[in-house]
């Protein structure tokens, strides 16, 4: 089964420093790969995707990750953190194949704070 | 704004009740998706539709149906209402039904039963 396991239940970081968010998952075959954020009663926003090709993946507001296929990992990183980053990230995984849905299966969520 | 618009932002209804939520896609998008996000089950997959045509379900109850109309408009319908199906529940929107393709998440719509 498809499964993505986000281990932090909080990241704390102080604002310049560099933040890292960790995310493996467990799935049959290649994996596509998201990372959304969720702030306070908003919806979630997309951040950036694995597909294939290179490891390391730009998105948005400086967001990068990077695709470790030995250690089944994506992990998100940011250079320098700033306080508005705080908020609620999700990994997510889909299946390369394997049935008919392209569902999206969701980590349980980090809180990132980062403090001034 | 990723595009996706939901109504009502929220919800509040007595046990038993039925209740309707509207998703309106992306311009362009085929696909629908609903989701429901609780503080014990986390974000779960409900169903998808694309271009009209139900495409997958997951752990969606018996209780709750949805459909996708020729406007391409979804609306999600939770009917019998218990206190457990207060949630936050999302609607996606997709160019097609690609598994490469990223699904954009509307604000979501905050269902209290009381």
């Known amino acids: 089964a498809q499964s993505v396991a986000q281990p932090e239940d909080q990241v704390n970081v102080a604002e310049g420093n560099p933040l890292t968010v960790k995310c493996t998952y467990s799935?049959?075959?290649?994996?596509?790969l998201f990372w959304y954020v969720q702030y306070p009663n908003r919806g979630l926003q997309f951040l950036l995707k694995?597909?294939?090709?290179?490891?390391l993946v730009k998105g948005s507001y400086g967001f990068e990750a990077e695709f470790n296929k030995s250690q089944t990992s994506f992990h998100l990183k940011k250079p320098s953190a700033l306080v508005s980053d705080s908020a609620l990230y999700f990994c997510?995984?889909?299946?390369?194949?394997?049935?008919?849905?392209?569902?999206?299966?969701f980590g349980t969520g980090t809180l990132l704070a980062v403090q001034p | 704004d990723s595009g996706v618009t939901q109504t009502p932002k929220h919800l509040i209804t007595a046990t038993g009740q039925r209740v309707t939520l509207r998703c309106s896609p992306r311009?362009?998008?085929?696909?629908v998706y609903w989701y429901q996000q609780s503080l014990d089950q986390g974000l779960q997959f409900l169903i998808q539709?694309?271009?009209?045509?139900?495409?997958a379900k997951g752990n969606i109850l018996e209780r709750f149906s949805a459909q996708q109309f020729p406007d391409l408009h979804s609306e999600l319908n939770l009917s019998s209402l218990e206190l457990g199906d207060s949630a936050l529940y999302f609607c996606?929107?997709?160019?097609?039904?690609?598994?490469?393709?990223?699904?954009?998440f509307g604000p979501g719509t905050r269902l209290t039963v009381l």
């Open positions: 799935v049959s075959g290649n994996p596509y």
């Open positions: 539709y694309y271009n009209g045509e139900e495409r």
């Open positions: 996606a929107s997709s160019v097609a039904a690609e598994r490469t393709d990223t699904q954009y």
């Open positions: 997510a995984v889909r299946a390369h194949y394997g049935g008919a849905t392209n569902k999206l299966i």
């Open positions: 311009s362009g998008d085929l696909s």
């Open positions: 694995y597909i294939t090709g290179d490891n």
